[in-house]
């Protein structure tokens, strides 16, 4: 019975540890999903941010301001 006792504890502490690993790569991957969102609306408001300069320096180009 040692045998299977010892088969039995290799094969659980191996789930635990394949279990662990497939946590921690989900993990990774949807902080770096995260990451990629957070960059896209920096870049989303920076492009829109801009784009009202622009809009803001055409306007007062039209009423001739300096």
Do not use: L, P, Q
Request: proline content about 0%; charged content about 50%; hydrophobic content about 35%.
């Amino acid at each position: 019975m040692g045998i299977m006792d010892d088969a039995k504890d290799a094969a659980e502490t191996a789930g635990r540890k394949i279990k662990d690993a497939w946590d921690d790569t989900a993990d990774r991957i949807g902080d770096k999903v995260d990451e990629a969102k957070a960059d896209a609306e920096v870049k989303k408001a920076e492009a829109e941010k801009e784009s009202v300069e622009r809009r803001n320096e055409a306007k007062a180009a039209m009423r001739g301001d300096d």
